[in-house]
């Protein structure tokens, strides 16, 4: 599903990825876990497309994704790739159901066809009614699980999360790690995890470190 291969990443003088060599199967559930400033989020970023690195490939069922150009590759990344940040990055003007449409809204599908999907999934993650809610009146755990349904909108291959419990309490924590088990064993995604939470990486099938820039 997943292949890292030699990944580099500098910024200026600073190497803070240096050869980086990861293999991820379809449906694996894999932890990443390492001190502030050891590369971890700069790797699930690379992995992510978000950032290209400064050598190396990362394929994507035997897709090089590196090798696109920029339009194709923000396509590929919003069809296959679902995201779930730390602080939920919704957006605080639009409502739970509008936030979950939004990559659909990209993708420029029709609304008869996203909203219905995006209701459904809300609904199977227990927010039917907090549907026209915005951020603000949404508790942590219910603002996570929102992001949740963003990542799952378009059906992706991968769910990557960056430190997704960072900001929430012991029972939303708990409730965070049954719901990602819960993705997986429902909707058959990938799942990538950078976390500072012991609880958290102990769902997983592998734990990886990296330290100073390379997996150990």
Same mark, same amino acid.
């Given at each position: 599903?997943?292949?890292?291969?030699?990944?580099?990443?500098?910024?200026?003088?600073? =190497?803070?990825?240096?050869?980086?060599?990861?293999?991820?199967?379809?449906?694996?559930?894999?932890?990443?876990?390492?001190?502030?400033?050891?590369? %971890?989020?700069?790797?699930?970023?690379?992995?992510?497309?978000?950032?290209?690195?400064?050598?190396?490939?990362?394929?994507?069922?035997?897709?090089?994704?590196?090798?696109?150009?920029?339009?194709?590759?923000?396509?590929?990344?919003?069809?296959?790739?679902?995201?779930?940040?730390?602080?939920? *990055?919704?957006?605080?003007?639009?409502?739970?159901?509008?936030?979950?449409?939004?990559?659909?809204?990209?993708?420029?599908?029709?609304?008869?066809? !996203? %909203?219905?999907?995006?209701?459904?999934?809300?609904?199977?993650?227990?927010?039917?009614?907090?549907?026209?809610? %915005?951020?603000?009146?949404?508790?942590?755990?219910?603002? *996570?699980?929102?992001?949740?349904?963003?990542?799952?909108?378009?059906?992706?291959?991968?769910?990557?999360?960056?430190?997704?419990?960072?900001?929430?309490?012991?029972?939303?924590?708990?409730?965070?790690?049954?719901?990602?088990?819960?993705?997986? %064993? =429902? !909707?058959?995604?990938?799942?990538?995890?950078?976390?500072?939470?012991?609880?958290?990486?102990? $769902?997983?099938?592998? $734990?990886?470190?990296?330290?100073?820039?390379?997996?150990?």
């Amino acid at each position: 599903m997943i292949e890292v291969k030699n990944i580099g990443k500098s910024f200026g003088e600073l =190497e803070v990825l240096k050869g980086v060599n990861l293999s991820v199967k379809k449906g694996e559930i894999v932890a990443i876990i390492g001190k502030s400033g050891a590369g %971890k989020t700069t790797l699930l970023q690379i992995i992510g497309t978000l950032d290209r690195p400064t050598k190396g490939q990362v394929l994507i069922d035997g897709t090089d994704v590196f090798a696109m150009k920029d339009k194709d590759l923000a396509a590929f990344r919003n069809k296959h790739i679902g995201f779930i940040f730390q602080f939920h *990055q919704l957006l605080p003007e639009f409502t739970a159901l509008e936030n979950v449409c939004i990559p659909a809204m990209i993708a420029r599908e029709k609304e008869a066809d !996203y %909203k219905p999907r995006a209701e459904k999934l809300l609904r199977d993650l227990g927010l039917s009614d907090r549907m026209n809610h %915005k951020p603000n009146a949404l508790s942590g755990g219910e603002k *996570q699980r929102v992001a949740a349904a963003r990542a799952l909108m378009m059906a992706p291959d991968i769910i990557l999360a960056d430190e997704p419990t960072g900001s929430l309490d012991t029972q939303n924590k708990k409730e965070l790690s049954e719901l990602l088990l819960k993705l997986r %064993k =429902e !909707y058959g995604q990938t799942i990538l995890l950078v976390t500072h939470d012991k609880e958290l990486a102990n $769902i997983a099938d592998r $734990i990886i470190e990296i330290k100073d820039g390379v997996i150990k």
